[in-house]
């Protein structure tokens, strides 16, 4: 694994925490580029490939929530953290 999938995991969590802040449509503007930047790009193991599967998806069904429904409910935001935290754990 390199530095640069750990600074993206980081940065992942860290846009997440500061977009719950925000309104919907801001959040949903913050949070949009890191459905490109998340996305596996293989080369990893099965374990670290599958979790940043489901940070990727986690994030994209909060996005789409935002965008399509103007909001997003807590456990949205709370499974996209998650998701995006055990992925980052891994990463350490």
Do not use: F, Y
């Not at 940043?52 to 807590?74: F, I, M, P």
Request: with cysteine; proline share 2%; hydrophobic share 45%.
């Amino acid at each position: 694994m390199t530095d640069s999938e750990r600074l993206k995991a980081q940065e992942a969590s860290r846009l997440l925490r500061e977009a719950r802040l925000l309104p919907a449509t801001q959040a949903a503007t913050v949070l949009r580029p890191l459905i490109a930047m998340m996305q596996v790009g293989g080369g990893h193991s099965v374990e670290i490939e599958a979790l940043q599967a489901n940070a990727w998806l986690a994030v994209c069904t909060l996005v789409e929530s935002l965008e399509k429904h103007g909001g997003a409910t807590d456990d949205r935001w709370e499974r996209a953290i998650s998701n995006v935290e055990r992925w980052e754990n891994v990463l350490i």
